[in-house]
Nanobody, 120 residues
Framework: QVQLQESGPGLVKPSQTLSLTCTVS??????????WNWIRQPPGKGLEWMGA???????YYRPSLKSRTSISRDTSKNQFTLQLSSVTPEDTAVYYC????????????WGQGTQVTVSS
């Protein structure tokens, strides 16, 4: 059974960098053909895909967030990390990590989500 768990600070000040880690158990993040995603849901809004890192290490970003987003991984710890720079209150959301399988491109496992609030 694959499990994903988000971790990181729940409160970030405006202009700072938000950093979250997703720890994966039950399967390697380097296994073909999985994509490891960050998705967020602002209050009162729908889910927003932010980006992903593939089993190969390739990264993909939402164009509107690309300039502020970086996703990396540590295969020795079986973790992948989101960094979002220059945050504003509009970045307040529940942040999820999730696994997507190829070629069907379906999300099959999700973390429970973590609330991040951007406020001074």
């Amino acid at each position: 059974q694959v499990q994903l768990q988000e971790s990181g600070p729940g409160l970030v000040k405006p202009s700072q960098t938000l950093s979250l880690t997703c720890t994966v158990s039950g399967g390697s993040i380097a296994t073909n053909y999985y994509y490891w995603n960050w998705i967020r849901q602002p209050p009162g809004k729908g889910l927003e895909w932010m980006g992903a890192i593939a089993y190969s290490g390739s990264t993909y970003y939402r164009p509107s967030l690309k300039s502020r987003t970086s996703i990396s991984r540590d295969t020795s710890k079986n973790q992948f990390t989101l960094q979002l720079s220059s945050v504003t209150p509009e970045d307040t959301a529940v942040y999820y990590c999730a696994r997507m399988t190829a070629p069907k491109l379906l999300y099959d496992y999700w973390g429970q989500g973590t609330q991040v609030t951007v406020s001074s």
